[in-house]
């Protein structure tokens, strides 16, 4: 998507601009060829000849601007390409895509990225958000140490810090005892307001503490 977001504006503008310099390119042709003279001299030439000179330049000219399409061609394809480029520009002002990777912290638990405990997860990848949007993610927690512990989770070290205030991570732990060496799923849920404003990239910390 980020591909196409550069592409688009790039793509229309070069569909107006061929647009403009094929509506220019006909513009001039006509005009010359109002103005168009053969510099032969008739008594060189004569009359007759003179004339069939001048069929023979206007036709030789003519071939390649018969392959052109007409000017209302042209203008109406100019047209409905400033048009989309406008509703472009309005739609692409309207949404601001957010990219982030949240780092994971874990103190006296290990946290997975699949049910079999085989990945440890370090990272959570958003991918890019749109305002108002609530994505999920599933992880595994498990508790590596002696005794039952509960679980605390918290998050830090915001950048910008101001996106705090706009973006917010819960979970659906249920605050139970998991046993020493026991493991619970979790789903991790995050949350962008819809009136976030001045934030493109982001990132901070999640922390997941065990407890005794």
């Known amino acids: 998507m980020a591909v196409a977001a550069v592409f688009e504006p790039l793509l229309l503008w070069g569909y107006v601009g061929g647009g403009v310099i094929l509506l220019a390119a006909v513009f001039v042709h006509r005009r010359l060829a109002v103005r168009r003279q053969v510099a032969y001299e008739p008594r060189v030439l004569g009359v007759g000849r003179m004339r069939r000179l001048v069929r023979q330049v206007n036709m030789e000219g003519e071939k390649f601007w018969r392959l052109l399409p007409s000017t209302k061609v042209i203008v109406c394809f100019v047209a409905v390409s400033v048009v989309m480029l406008l509703v472009g520009a309005v739609i692409g002002a309207s949404i601001v895509r957010i990219r982030n990777v949240g780092t994971i912290r874990a103190v006296g638990v290990q946290v997975y990225a699949d049910s079999q405990l085989s990945t440890v997860l370090t990272e959570i990848s958003w991918g890019t958000l749109n305002p108002g949007e609530v994505r999920t993610f599933n992880a595994w927690v ?54 976030i404003v001045d934030v493109v990239n982001f990132s901070f910390d999640i922390v997941i503490q065990g407890v005794s």
Do not use: C, H, R
């Open 142 to 195: 498990k508790n590596t140490g002696n005794d039952a512990q509960k679980l605390v989770m918290w998050t830090e070290g915001w950048v910008p810090v101001s996106a705090q205030n706009s973006i917010s991570l819960n979970w659906d732990y249920g605050d139970e005892w998991i046993p020493a060496g026991a493991s619970i799923p979790v789903v991790f849920t995050l949350s962008v307001d819809p009136d």
